[in-house]
């Protein structure tokens, strides 16, 4: 018990000790993660008698949740201190403009210099890549398709015939052919064969059904791209967006392995200690489906307006692949299983850097993308 006590305590000043975001962060493991002296305690718990095992693990439990709260209220705190020391440097300075002014009436022998500003990735380009690289880095392959698509490989497929009260969870844009081609603006024709209907593409998911249509398991590819539904745009919604699926397709895949998969990824990508959960859904296309959420990354749980109170923002959705997927695109259902999940990146990338409206991914305000 008194080693519980000194963890706690050697955690919360290496958090006190803490003075940015960054260090912050670098500090996490060491105070309460992998490197802390919390998981060399957890690890000796089986050495204790049963008895003293459940006081002495509740006793850290305890102590190891009242250090993560500390950990969220020191982060809010700094991330509210560089978010003014920010608005302060983003003040208009006319230094420059009044050396140019005093160079043109003769006060400056010589122009000042004038450093030329270098452009660099968008955020959400950045994000995506980086999420192609952790997934590169587990065994999946990228694969990319066309973001205008055809009625079966969008919907028809995907266990989403023609009327199907699922097509109501993609508000479609389709797209006008002309004069001897397909497509319109009505409602997908097809009657179940390959309708004439044509769309942008409102999810990635199309393109997992060409590859499985053009090869056979196992299959293990994530696939990046943009999509378009008719959203109206918020906090957490663009009618525009990006989207990152994932499809494994062998024999003897479960559900645990999904979980394994989506718990490997969050690790990765937004580091220890921020929590998700998996919550019961539907999805035509997956048997059983669930969404996954993380941590709202601006209220750290608390509730928000990012969050809509709830202190969780989804992040997409999950599931084993439903076997009417497989007999559309000619797999055996029978010796074969496999699961799907599709997240936002524009959400990852606001989740990673605590942004509370994705509509500022889309302002093109200098002073925002210089920040990334």
Known sequence: MNAVTQAAQRGKELVEGARSV????AVEPEAFGKRSAFARLTGSLRDLAPTERREVGRALQEARSELEAFFGKRMA????????RRAGSERLDLSETALLARWAGGGLAEAPPSPAMRGHLHLVTQVREELEDIFVSM????????????DWHNFQALNMPP???????FDTFYLDLGEGGSGGQGAPEGGGE???????????SPVQVRLMESRQPPIYAVVPGRCYRRDTPDASHLPVFHQIEGLVVDEGISMGHLAGTLDAF??????????????PSFFPFTEPSAEFDVTCWVC??????????????????CGMVDPAVFDAVGIDAERYTGFAWGFGIDRMAAARTSLA???DLLDNDIRFLSQF
């Open 194 to 204: 390959r309708g004439p209907s044509a769309v942008l593409r409102t999810h990635t």
């Open 139 to 150: 065994g999946f392959e990228v694969m990319e398709g066309p973001e205008a698509e055809d």
């Open 163 to 169: 009327h199907h009260p699922a097509r109501g969870m």
């Open 300 to 317: 750290h749980g608390v509730g928000c307006r990012t969050c809509t109170g709830s202190g969780w923002v989804e992040l997409g959705g």
């Open 22 to 25: 960054a260090e912050l962060r």
């Open 266 to 279: 969050v690790q990765a990508f937004f580091g220890p200690g921020r929590r998700a959960r998996l919550r």
């Open 357 to 359: 409206d994705l509509r």
């Open 77 to 84: 705190e700094l991330e509210e201190q560089e978010a003014s």
